[in-house]
């Protein structure tokens, strides 16, 4: 009796285990071959104590492992179901039926109040969508242009491709006449009276204009700035605006700077 009893409890656990490997390893062939094998084990070693056990009893015991068995074969062909992903509300999956991911809306109202002042790869992570995914809202929403391609493919006489080159980016010039320039240079300077034109073509590219920066520049008009700064202090020792970029120019600027400063350790 007692036999039969450490019999029944072991093969509750294992009805307990193979239940909960059923369901929670669909699919996983590496798991649902442990669990198989463990079957296998259990009836194997099982069977060594049919003695103690009626016919009845052996007769149900084996049909229950004959269950598990099928059971467990018929998980291999399952897959698991993948865990539904999370999207904020005004992201929504477009259902079809057809195979694949399905396609992802946002609402356009929500692109308009993220797109001014915001990269594409920081909306696209508040989204939880890709970057590729956003591009192609805005440009359907017609906030943003579509872009030229990136490749250009050579093929050969029978229409195979064979080689690619990447296209070089060229963004069109804005045409923006110089008082309209200056009016926005104005009011630019006054709010970033110590930033170059490096920032102020960020600026303007933000706006959505696209300016040379020999319209920036004040080499256009003949003024070369030449200025040495202090490796440690990051102080301006000597700065000095020239009509000229010849070498002596540049160096009087550096003897200002020893006469102020002394000569530096290493130039």
């Known amino acids: 009796a007692e036999i039969v009893s450490q019999l029944s409890a072991r093969f509750d656990r294992l009805c307990s285990r193979i239940h909960?490997?059923?369901?929670?390893d669909q699919g996983v062939s590496a798991r649902l071959l442990a669990s198989r094998r463990e079957v296998l084990d259990y009836w194997k070693a099982a069977s060594k104590l049919y003695q103690h056990l009626s016919t009845r009893e052996i007769s149900l015991l084996q049909n229950d492992f004959d269950l598990?068995?099928?059971?467990?074969?018929?998980?291999?062909?399952?897959?698991?179901?993948p865990i539904p992903?999370?999207?904020?509300?005004?992201?929504?999956?477009?259902?079809?039926?057809?195979r694949g991911r399905p396609q992802l809306n946002i609402h356009t109202t929500?692109?308009?109040d993220l797109v001014p002042g915001r990269s594409k790869?920081?909306?696209?992570?508040?989204?939880?969508v890709s970057a590729r995914t956003l591009q192609r809202r805005l440009q359907s929403a017609g906030l943003a242009r579509i872009s030229a391609p990136a490749f250009t493919f050579q093929r050969n006489a029978r229409g195979v491709v064979i080689g690619r080159r990447r296209l070089p980016i060229v963004r069109p010039t804005?045409?923006?006449?110089?008082?309209?320039?200056?009016?926005?240079v104005r009011r630019w300077r006054l709010r970033h009276e110590n930033n170059g034109p490096?920032?102020?073509?960020?600026?303007?590219?933000?706006?959505?204009?696209?300016?040379?920066l020999a319209r920036l520049r004040l080499i256009r008009w003949k003024f070369v700035t030449h200025a040495?700064?202090?490796?440690?202090?990051?102080?301006?020792?000597?700065?000095?605006?020239?009509?000229?970029?010849?070498?002596?120019?540049?160096l009087d600027v550096f003897h200002a700077a020893r006469t102020q400063f002394g000569t530096p350790s290493r130039v």
């Open 198 to 212: 490096g920032m102020l073509k960020g600026h303007l590219l933000s706006l959505g204009y696209n300016v040379s």
């Open 110 to 112: 929500v692109l308009q």
């Open 20 to 24: 909960a490997s059923i369901r929670l």
């Open 228 to 250: 040495f700064i202090d490796g440690y202090s990051r102080c301006i020792v000597s700065i000095r605006v020239s009509d000229n970029n010849r070498a002596d120019s540049v």
């Open 85 to 98: 992903r999370q999207y904020p509300l005004f992201v929504t999956p477009h259902l079809t039926g057809r």
């Open 174 to 184: 804005s045409s923006l006449s110089n008082p309209q320039l200056d009016r926005i």
């Open 68 to 81: 598990m068995l099928k059971a467990i074969d018929s998980a291999f062909d399952k897959e698991s179901d």
């Open 121 to 128: 790869a920081g909306i696209a992570r508040r989204l939880g």
